[in-house]
């Protein structure tokens, strides 16, 4: 049996509208955020979409699942809980595994592209 699948396409990710941005609920700045899926897998695992956030302070973790995110405008500085920082720009590549804890901070709006990995909870 031969069946056929599509590809998930965007020509340019780094225009492309967004939904209406909302308050981002980590923000200790009242950012605004917004994300677009593009494709999901079909067992809900995986996900590829796009993120925007405007600039200010936010905390984050990555419980239970991995995120590898390729910036593609705007810039920030990323800090993990025990001292690592780093900043980000236009081309930087961050993946951060599950557990990651640390903050934001987005100097300039931020656009990536991401890829989440949701760990099974019978894993």
């Not at 941005?21 to 700045?29: H, I, N, R, V, Y």
């Not at 405007?54 to 995120?67: C, L, M, Q, V």
């Not at 987005?106 to 656009?111: A, F, G, L, S």
Request: proline share 5%; glycine share 8%; hydrophobic share 35%.
């Amino acid at each position: 049996m031969n069946t056929t699948t599509a590809v998930a396409f965007l020509a340019d990710a780094t225009t492309t509208d967004l939904p209406p941005a909302s308050l981002k609920p980590t923000s200790t700045t009242g950012q605004q955020e917004t994300a677009r899926t593009l494709w999901e897998s079909p067992d809900g695992l995986v996900e590829v979409g796009f993120w925007e956030c405007d600039p200010g302070h936010f905390t984050a973790t990555r419980d239970g699942y991995d995120e590898i995110c390729q910036v593609l405008a705007g810039s920030a500085t990323v800090h993990t809980d025990g001292g690592e920082s780093v900043e980000l720009r236009a081309g930087s590549t961050l993946a951060m595994p599950a557990g990651w804890r640390g903050t934001w901070q987005v100097h300039e709006t931020i656009r990536k592209v991401y890829v989440v990995r949701t760990h099974r909870a019978d894993a």
